[in-house]
């Protein structure tokens, strides 16, 4: 069983800075790509940036420049350094990975329970 921690989450004053952290734990064979998702108030889950095992990274348009991803494979954690925040940004952010559990069985994604982000004055 695979789980995933999350933690950084809180509430933050327009213009300031969170960091957010994932760590993933139990029968994980291998971590092709590590994320994170967002989900505000009544609209639907989104990708906010992605890392590759190859360290491409992949970061939705709306947080470019402000938000950054980085991994620590050694630790199976993912982070999400997030800068210059907005009113928009105040979401439930998910940790996605997607991972195999085995070496011989398909990769799956898996994903945190969520941790809130809240940036207001």
């Known amino acids: 069983q695979v789980q995933l921690v999350e933690s950084g989450g809180g509430l933050v004053q327009p213009g300031g800075a969170l960091r957010l952290s994932c760590a993933a734990s139990?029968?994980?064979?291998?971590?092709?790509?590590m994320g994170w998702y967002r989900q505000a108030l009544g609209k639907q889950r989104e990708l906010v940036a992605r890392i590759f095992n190859s360290g491409y990274t992949n970061t939705a348009d709306s947080v470019k420049g402000r938000f950054t991803i980085s991994r620590d494979n050694a630790k199976n954690t993912v982070y999400l350094q997030m800068n210059s925040l907005k009113p928009e940004d105040t979401a439930v952010y998910y940790c996605n990975i997607f991972a195999r559990a085995t070496s011989y069985g398909p990769p799956d994604n898996y994903w945190g329970q969520g941790t809130q982000v809240t940036v207001s004055s």
């Open positions: 139990g029968s994980i064979s291998s971590i092709a790509a």
